[in-house]
Each structure stands twice: as structure tokens, then as C-alpha cells.
């Protein structure tokens, strides 16, 4: 599956996490704009946790296919 023009890579979305987590500690937000914030950046940390599961469980799967193809060597 082709990915979207519009997907950020993981990397931007972790640096677009780290800039709201400075932007939230600042004092001067108003509540609604923390409340933006703090759900961008829930969102942001959902699928960057993703991303790393999806890349644990890939590196997993190719340590057993390199384990497997030892085995059989």
C-alpha cells in the first residue's frame, strides 16, 4: 500500500512532539490553546508508538528469518 503525500515520516512527527511538549511547558497559552496542544500531542505520541512497534516487530520477524536460514545452513 502506497503511502499518502499528506503522512508525515516518524521522524517529523517526533520532532513535531517534542515542539509541543516545549510549547505546552511555556506559561503564557491560553487553556484553549493547551487543550489543542495536548491533544496534538497525544496524537502524535500514539503513532509514533506505533511506528515503533510496527519496526520491533518487524526486526523481530528478520531475526527469525536469519535464525531460521542459519539453522538450515
Given at each position: 500500500?502506497?503511502?499518502?503525500?499528506?503522512?508525515?515520516?516518524?521522524?517529523?512527527?517526533?520532532?513535531?512532539?517534542?515542539?509541543?511538549?516545549?510549547?505546552?511547558?511555556?506559561?503564557?497559552?491560553?487553556?484553549?490553546?493547551?487543550?489543542?496542544?495536548?491533544?496534538?500531542?497525544?496524537?502524535?505520541?500514539?503513532?509514533?508508538?506505533?511506528?515503533l512497534q510496527k519496526a520491533e516487530l518487524k526486526i523481530?520477524?528478520?531475526?527469525?528469518?536469519?535464525?531460521?536460514?542459519?539453522?538450515?545452513?
Amino acid at each position: 500500500m502506497a503511502k499518502k503525500k499528506s503522512d508525515k515520516s516518524f521522524e517529523e512527527k517526533l520532532s513535531r512532539l517534542e515542539e509541543v511538549a516545549n510549547l505546552l511547558e511555556q506559561e503564557d497559552l491560553g487553556l484553549e490553546e493547551s487543550i489543542s496542544l495536548f491533544e496534538e500531542g497525544v496524537k502524535l505520541s500514539k503513532e509514533c508508538l506505533t511506528a515503533l512497534q510496527k519496526a520491533e516487530l518487524k526486526i523481530t520477524e528478520l531475526k527469525k528469518q536469519t535464525a531460521d536460514f542459519k539453522d538450515k545452513s
